[in-house]
Nanobody, 124 residues
């Protein structure tokens, strides 16, 4: 089992940037594909970005393409989500997740472990 701890959320003005981090507890971090999801109030959780075990393959939902970048540092057991040009509609709780079953997971049912989430609020 792996524990995931997100950090880096906060309040930012539209157009600003934040970098989310997700630290994993296991040294077998390279066994996991990683993903970021978000859930806004009153909405379903949606995938934001994902990265394969080795980092060579990535996925982004259309609404964040060109603005968000997912990356991972396997030496630090950490995955990142760099968010630029933030918009009020990016406001949500952001969760990281780990998948042991897939090399690149997109939907939430591909993931086995979840963090507690970190709040991102973008003011207009």
């Amino acid at each position: 089992q792996v524990q995931l701890v997100e950090s880096g959320g906060g309040l930012v003005q539209a157009g600003g940037s934040l970098r989310l981090s997700c630290a994993a507890s296991r040294r077998t971090f390279t066994n996991y594909a990683m993903g970021w999801f978000r859930q806004a109030p009153g909405k379903e959780r949606e995938p934001v970005a994902a990265i394969s075990r080795g980092g060579g393959n990535t996925f982004y939902t259309d609404s964040v393409k060109g603005r968000f970048t997912i990356s991972r540092d396997n030496a630090k057991d950490t995955v990142y989500l760099q968010m630029n040009s933030l918009k009020p509609e990016d406001t949500a709780v952001y969760y990281c997740a780990a998948s042991v079953r897939y090399n690149l997971g997109i939907e939430s049912d591909a993931y086995d472990y979840w963090g507690q989430g970190t709040q991102v609020t973008v003011s207009s």
